[in-house]
């Protein structure tokens, strides 16, 4: 594989074209949580989670290419949405109504056929993403495609920024960054340079399974180290970047549980309705996080399934 370095140039920081507006001027985000898919074809899917501090009104995302399929969600009230291709961007425009305080959650699904490029023999995914306002936290990850793998031989010279994190899920080697405390000045540029492994797939088997037993010697030594400290040690368990504050505090209970939990106990302790409980439970499992067993005619036991990273 050759060398390959970015152009820390304007194409990168050039982000002035992406504006989120928002009506409720005083709103912050929470949590911003972006997950791009590169499929096999090098068409892109991507989920993006926004969970505001307050409820908003209307919300104007632009992008620096062009999407199509687009899929809006509100955990509360309704939405209406549409989006319009101009150039090589889109602009996605929203009117949000009886938005809960409770659930201020906004989930964008969209499809992009423009944002992988060839480079060369080897294929560049780029984007940037649009931030108007201080986030908490963010999270982005980029998954490649069946057989793909980081182009340049220092693996950090595939992407960009270069403090992101190689992972896998054993098909698929993922770059993901995680971010805190942004404003305004702050630049959400992100993009990977790749190169797909031969129809033979040897190479990608050895790069995946060395990747592989590398994550899990690293999480057995932290398991030993952990132990060998002075007094009890709390579990610290991983969950999917892209959970909501709700979502993640049913996954939170169920840990701390020993991985089980009755759906009673998590109703308690969360303070949240029998109804909202059995909502984000279906939510997780849909998603591979959790899974329940039936333990009586109304009420199950929560199971949890880690996937994926994050806090």
Same mark, same amino acid.
């Given at each position: 594989?050759k060398e390959?370095?970015?152009?820390?140039a304007a194409a990168?920081?050039?982000?002035?074209?992406?504006i989120m507006?928002?009506?409720a001027?005083?709103?912050?985000?929470d949590?911003?949580?972006?997950?791009?898919?590169?499929n096999?074809?090098f068409?892109?899917?991507t $989920? $993006?989670?926004?969970?505001?501090?307050?409820?908003?009104?209307h919300?104007?995302y632009?992008l620096?290419?062009?999407?199509?399929n687009?899929?809006?969600?509100t955990?509360? /009230?309704?939405?209406?949405?549409?989006?319009e291709n101009v150039? /090589?961007?889109s602009?996605?425009?929203?009117?949000?109504?009886s938005?809960?305080?409770?659930?201020?959650?906004? @989930?964008?699904?969209?499809?992009t056929?423009n944002?992988? @490029?060839?480079?060369?023999?080897?294929?560049?995914?780029?984007? #940037?993403?649009?931030?108007?306002m201080k $986030?908490?936290?963010?999270?982005s990850i980029?998954?490649?495609?069946p057989?793909? =793998?980081l182009?340049?031989e220092?693996?950090n010279e595939s992407f960009?920024p270069?403090d992101?994190?190689?992972?896998?899920?054993g098909k698929?080697?993922?770059?993901s960054?995680e971010?805190? &405390?942004? #404003?305004?000045d702050?630049?959400l540029?992100?993009s =990977?340079l790749?190169?797909?492994v031969?129809?033979? /797939?040897i190479?990608?088997?050895f790069l995946?399974?060395g990747?592989t037993a590398l994550?899990?010697?690293a999480? =057995?030594?932290?398991a030993?180290?952990?132990?060998r /400290?002075?007094g009890?040690v709390? @579990?610290e368990?991983?969950v999917?970047?892209?959970?909501?504050k709700d979502?993640k505090?049913? =996954?939170d209970i169920?840990a701390?549980e020993?991985?089980?939990a009755?759906?009673?106990?998590l109703?308690?302790? #969360?303070?949240?309705s @029998?109804a909202?409980?059995?909502?984000?439970?279906?939510?997780?499992?849909?998603?591979?996080?959790?899974?329940t067993v039936p333990i009586?005619?109304r009420? &199950?036991k929560?199971?949890l399934k880690i996937?994926g990273v994050?806090?």
């Open positions: 594989m390959f370095s970015f152009p820390l990168f920081f050039f982000i002035s074209i992406c507006g928002i009506s001027e005083a709103a912050e985000l949590y911003y949580g972006i997950e791009t898919v590169v096999q074809n068409m892109v899917s $989920t $993006t989670i926004l969970i505001f501090d307050t409820p908003i009104n919300l104007d632009n620096d290419f062009n999407i199509d687009l899929s809006v969600r955990l509360s /009230g309704t939405n209406r949405c549409s989006f150039g /090589g961007g602009v996605i425009k929203c009117d949000f109504f938005m809960s305080p409770e659930d201020t959650t906004i @989930k964008l699904s969209f499809a056929t944002a992988v @490029k060839r480079v060369g023999d080897d294929y560049e995914f780029r984007a #940037t993403y649009p931030i108007s $986030t908490d936290r963010m999270f980029i998954k490649l495609p057989k793909g =793998v182009a340049a220092v693996a960009f270069p992101g994190n190689v992972l896998t899920d698929h080697m993922i770059v960054w971010k805190k &405390n942004l #404003t305004v702050d630049s540029s992100f =990977v790749f190169e797909v031969g129809a033979g /797939g190479m990608w088997d995946i399974f990747l994550v899990i010697i999480m =057995v030594l932290i030993v180290y952990m132990r /400290g002075a009890p709390q @579990k368990v991983k999917l970047p892209l959970l909501n979502e505090r049913i =996954v169920v701390k020993g991985g089980e009755r759906q009673r106990l109703v308690k302790q #969360t303070d949240f @029998k909202k409980v059995s909502r984000l439970i279906k939510n997780l499992k849909e998603r591979g996080v959790v899974d009586s005619g009420e &199950n929560v199971i996937k994050g806090e």
